[in-house]
């Protein structure tokens, strides 16, 4: 049975158990005691609300935060563009459009004078739980999300080049049906951002650039979870907030027209979710559970990239990269109600690390068109037994492939991913019921743009 501690009274509030959580204490918080002599129906109204701090807390954990820039499945979309989807976003040293922004700035010094181009990423996943105990299997609703992407760049001087980017990176969500078995552990979860992101480039050698940039993303977070069965109803909570980082990076032409490397770096960056917490209990204990606002800090990790992009031939090119992703950041998270609960969920995140692998190939049969395809290997950073519904991670392999176009000044690219996430499987798991948790993603990229050379 999981315990709320360090009660101000100096006693212990137990939340209900719940016969689908695994056991364990991954929990710990304060919560503000009930007024002298409480009547049964008042410490049964505080007991209800330590219950529903941890439900609350254990959803709101998992699904704004985990994995993600983190890459490792979660809500970041790591893909900017139909050609760099394609390519399995191998482009830290590859970089031929102005999504080099935000792939590796080091490399907008060597992009044409100046190059624009709009594009939207859609997004859908098909995820299952299968009870250890051999019940029916449960399907999360496979919603379509759309993701818009711009970038612009041009050059200033012979040593200077100028970009800007408008973007949502976290744009994803999973929803279960609402009487799933593992409703009080999670129904659903969204996360939505648009980040604005000016950045400039530097030639210091003719063979090496160096860039940097600014980010300012406006995110939100949605999400829901079933109040312990003796309760009855869902909680919901909302909330928003503006978070502010850098990036930074290096491209060195190591060997001209064969050999590129490409260094890059996105620092981490801070949500303070400041929302509301609306409960919708069974009737009976409507009177306990009132709306009240409600935050939470996340922290987004720092995400380290090394690029290398080789010529094999005139017309074909290979790329690849590696990210390190410093999860450890996500070691735990704080949720503050209003009426001074505040709870700690604990996840031990661990860094992680995701290879990729692209291909270029110009073909000679249609004058302007390239094909392309590319593999990503994706680490979890969940441990074991800490994965939630909301964000039932897993190791993940990708395939991709697709298909460009430029005719005179105008350039196309289309990209598709197929994204599928091994079986994982949870027991014992305090923020989840016992089973397996599976899923197959598709992700289609389209842009176009205009290109001068």
Known sequence: MQTIREGRAGYRLPTLPSPTRGGGDCTRGTVVPPSPAPSEADGRGNQMGGAIALALSAAL???????????????????????GMAKGSAVAADATEPTALWYNPGSMVFLPPASFQVGVLSAVGFGKFEPAAGSQTENASPDVYWLPRMFADVQVTDWLHAGLGVYSIYGLGIAWEDDWVGREDGISAEMATLSLNPALSVRLHERVGLGAGFVAMKGSADLTSGLPQAVGGKVRFGGEDWAFGAHAGMTVKAI????????????????????????????EFARDLTDQGASADITMPDIFTAGVALNLSP????????????????????LKLDDGTEQVTVHDYEPSFIARLGIDW??????????RGGFIYDQSPAPDGRISPTLPDAEKLDFTLGVGQRIGWLKADLGYMLMIYLPNEQKGNPNSPDGTYSSIGHMVALTVGAVID
């Open 61 to 83: 954990a998992a699904a704004v935060l985990a994995p993600a820039a983190a890459q490792a499945s979660g809500f970041l979309v790591y893909e900017m563009s139909g050609e």
């Open 315 to 334: 017309s074909l090119r290979l790329s690849t990269d590696w990210n390190v992703i410093l999860w450890d950041v996500y070691d735990e998270t704080v």
């Open 256 to 283: 001209p027209d064969l050999l590129d490397v490409g260094l890059a770096w996105h620092g981490r960056m801070t949500l303070t979710l400041d929302g509301k917490a609306d409960f919708d209990p069974s009737p």
């Open 362 to 371: 110009k073909t000679s049969f249609v004058d302007g068109m390239a094909l």
